[in-house]
Structure formats: structure tokens, C-alpha cells
């Protein structure tokens, strides 16, 4: 059975859906693969490598011929229609925010798997793309910080006096603020993090992080995830935050609650209290934003009473900044659910796998996933 791999036609993506290691991967259980001419350039992965690994690459793939499609962003309404029944997608499908399409790969009869529900067990964790996505954004979002505050991270003696060093402030310490606070570690900041979750403490801990305790008890959901606070509690959470932003040179903000919009964590009252040149980014923008006046993509000076400014900066396709190892690891997230789903070189997903029936979105004319059935209806 063959795997598909286009050309990503979102503009601005510059990940790819297999490298050659996953090639590799991927014909060494007797499938092969084709890749569209120049679909790993963006990513560092050259059309030679991967007939190096076994892939053949041609100049263009019709959609209709394809068994299985590998992709990273979630596929327009126009290419599903062109897809044959039966055929099989793996990729990000963003079902909430693309019913549309979750509806063309219904009606096409396509099976549909979205790698946004691979249960977080930990016999998918080599499949979790959300995971390894958000490595990626939580280390690339103190690098953007660390190039726009106008102070060093570290702690630096010199013969010239004392440099104290940054403090760093982590509000959301899922996956990809785990891996903020241990990059401004290894940059040599000060950081403290909050989240709402009761394993988080000892996570932030293990991380080289404080953790900022605010006696408003937990708000744990089922599958490890957080639940939204009441707003009498989301409110107390941003006075007691307000103190610990102002201190702060950076504020990194991470919280999410799946299916929601981004919870308010940040008002613009709560920014007029820090020190000029202080930098806030906010990894949830795309989704609403944790912090008031936050713009995916945009940087925002905001004025401070006193003199001076502070940038809010709204982060965009963050994994797509950092595309070959991003793709690396997102390739591989791949390659191991169609591994999972392959037979002597023929990809048959059986459902009765938790993993596979978890990450399932479409199948045989049906919406497999109970939540987006319920929203299309
Ligand atoms: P996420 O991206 O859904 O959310 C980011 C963080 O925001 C979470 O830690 C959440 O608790 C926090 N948050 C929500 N509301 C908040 C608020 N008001 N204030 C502060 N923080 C708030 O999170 P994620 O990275 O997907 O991780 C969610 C959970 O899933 C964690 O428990 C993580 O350990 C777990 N996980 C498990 C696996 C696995 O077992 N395979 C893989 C990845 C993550």
C-alpha cells in the first residue's frame, strides 16, 4: 500500500509529514512511499534524502490516487473531494474548528484520523503530536522573549557590577510550558509557574521552577486536563496573579481547557504594573489569548503610565517556526499510528485498538468522533 505525502498548501507552514528516518520507518513495514517534489524543502529534508530513504518522489500526486495521506494541517474541503472512498488520512484535523471539512471527509466516506485524539495514554505517547508540538512552541516562545527583552537571563558578576538575573513567570504548566520554564532555566532565569492542575506543582518543581501556590484549590478534569474555573475563582486567580506579573521582566502564558476559549489570565490592568521593556507572550493567542489585547502573530506595545512600554506578543504557528525538528518529531508521531495500523504492508485500522478507535474522526460514512458528531448535527 502506498503513502502519500503533499506539498502543505497553508501559507507559512513549513513542516512536512514524513523525513526520511519515517520513510524508513514506514518501508520497512512493506509500505512504500511517494512525496510531492519539494514537500520537505521548507523543513530542511532535500527530495534526495528521501529517495535515499526509499521514497520515491514525483512532481505532483492527484488526490484521487492516493491510499494513504499523510499530512499537518488540517485538509481543505476542496482536496477531500477529490480523494477516493476508503482512502486514509492521518494528520492535525482540528475537528472543532474545521467542521467543515470533518463534514467533506464524511460525505467523501473517507477514514479520517485526527491526530489531535490520540488518547494520552502512555501507549500512544510516541504518537502524540499535540505533545510533541507543543515542545516545540514552549522552547521557541523564550527564545522570542529572550530577543526582545532588553536585559540579559542570567545572573552575570563582572568587574562592571552585578546583573541580576531575568524573572520569568510561567502561567499554564501543561507540556508546553514544562518545557518554557526548563529553557529559561537553562538561559539562567528566575522562574515561577502556576497552573490549576494538582499534579503541576511537582512538575514545575522537577522542572527547576517555583511554583506559586494560590490556595484556590484544583480544578482537575478527567484525561489529566483542567477544567474551567468558575469566574469567581478565575477572578480571584488574576488578583492574586497581579502582584507576581509585575515583578516579572517575562511572562509566558500556556493555559488552555480543550474545546474552550483560552481562559483570561492577564487583564490590561493587570500589565500596567510592569517594569518598562517587560515582555509578555502568549502561546494561547490563537485561541482567544490569555492575555487581554494579545494578537496571533502581532507584536503590541503597551504604553505604561509612567513612562515606557511593554510587548505583548501573540504567537502564531509556533511549531512551524522551528520546522526540522518540529516535522522530525511530527513525522515520527505519524509514522507510528500508521505502523500501529499496518499489516504486512497493508494499512487495516482496527478499531477494537483503543488508539485507533481514540484517534478515529471518520469512518465508512460516519463521524467517529461522538463530540464533532454532536456539533455537526
Ligand atoms: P493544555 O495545552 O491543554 O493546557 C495547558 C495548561 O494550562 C494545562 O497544564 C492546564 O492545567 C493549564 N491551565 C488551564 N487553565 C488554567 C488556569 N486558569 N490557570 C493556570 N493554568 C491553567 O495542556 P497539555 O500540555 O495538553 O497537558 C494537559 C495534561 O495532559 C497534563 O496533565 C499533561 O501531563 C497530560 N499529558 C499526558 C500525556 C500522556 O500521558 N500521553 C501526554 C501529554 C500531556
Do not use: W
Request: charged letters at 20%; glycine letters at 10%.
Amino acid at each position: 500500500m502506498n503513502v502519500g505525502v503533499l506539498r502543505e498548501l497553508e501559507p507559512g507552514e513549513r513542516r512536512v509529514a514524513a523525513t526520511p528516518e519515517s520513510v524508513r520507518q514506514l518501508v520497512g513495514e512493506g509500505l512504500t512511499v511517494t512525496i510531492e517534489r519539494g514537500a520537505g524543502e521548507a523543513a530542511g529534508y532535500p527530495d534526495a534524502d528521501f529517495v535515499a530513504a526509499g521514497a520515491t518522489v514525483v512532481d505532483s500526486i492527484a488526490p484521487g490516487e492516493l491510499e494513504v495521506l499523510a499530512h499537518v494541517r488540517p485538509l481543505s474541503v476542496e482536496l477531500i473531494g477529490a480523494l477516493r472512498e476508503g482512502a486514509i488520512t492521518v494528520g492535525l484535523a482540528s475537528p472543532a474548528s474545521s467542521l467543515p471539512a470533518v463534514a467533506a471527509l464524511h460525505d467523501a466516506r473517507v477514514t479520517a484520523f485526527a491526530l489531535e485524539l490520540v488518547p494520552r495514554i502512555s501507549r500512544a505517547q510516541s504518537m502524540d503530536a499535540l505533545t510533541s508540538q507543543a515542545l516545540v512552541a514552549g522552547y521557541r516562545c523564550v527564545l522570542e522573549a529572550a530577543m526582545r527583552l532588553p536585559r540579559f537571563f542570567p545572573l552575570f558578576m563582572t568587574a562592571a557590577g552585578t546583573i541580576p538575573p531575568a524573572k520569568v513567570l510561567v502561567l499554564g504548566a501543561g507540556v508546553a510550558g514544562l518545557q518554557a520554564i526548563a529553557t529559561a532555566k537553562r538561559l539562567g532565569a528566575r522562574v515561577s509557574a502556576n497552573d490549576v492542575r494538582e499534579a503541576s506543582a511537582d512538575e514545575v518543581k522537577s522542572m527547576g521552577g517555583t511554583f506559586i501556590s494560590l490556595d484556590l484549590g484544583t480544578a482537575d478534569a478527567s484525561g489529566g486536563y483542567a477544567k474551567e474555573l468558575a469566574e469567581d475563582r478565575a477572578r480571584r486567580q488574576r488578583e492574586l496573579l497581579t502582584p507576581h506579573v509585575s515583578e516579572s521582566d517575562i511572562v509566558i502564558t500556556t493555559a488552555a481547557i480543550p474545546g474552550r476559549a483560552a481562559p483570561r489570565l492577564i487583564t490590561a490592568e493587570m500589565l500596567l504594573g510592569m517594569k518598562p521593556g517587560s515582555v509578555i507572550i502568549d502561546l494561547a493567542a490563537e485561541t482567544g489569548g490569555n492575555v487581554e489585547g494579545s494578537v496571533a502573530g502581532e507584536d503590541t506595545a503597551i504604553p505604561l503610565p509612567g513612562g515606557g512600554t511593554i510587548t505583548i506578543v501573540g504567537m502564531k504557528d509556533v511549531a512551524s517556526t522551528m520546522p526540522f525538528d518540529a516535522s522530525r518529531l511530527y513525522a515520527k508521531n505519524v509514522a507510528n499510528l500508521i505502523s500501529l495500523m499496518t499489516v504486512d504492508g497493508k494499512v487495516e485500522p482496527d478499531f477494537a485498538d483503543e488508539i485507533v478507535r481514540g484517534a478515529s474522526l471518520t469512518h465508512d460514512g460516519a463521524v467517529t468522533h461522538e463530540p464533532t458528531r454532536e456539533a455537526l448535527a
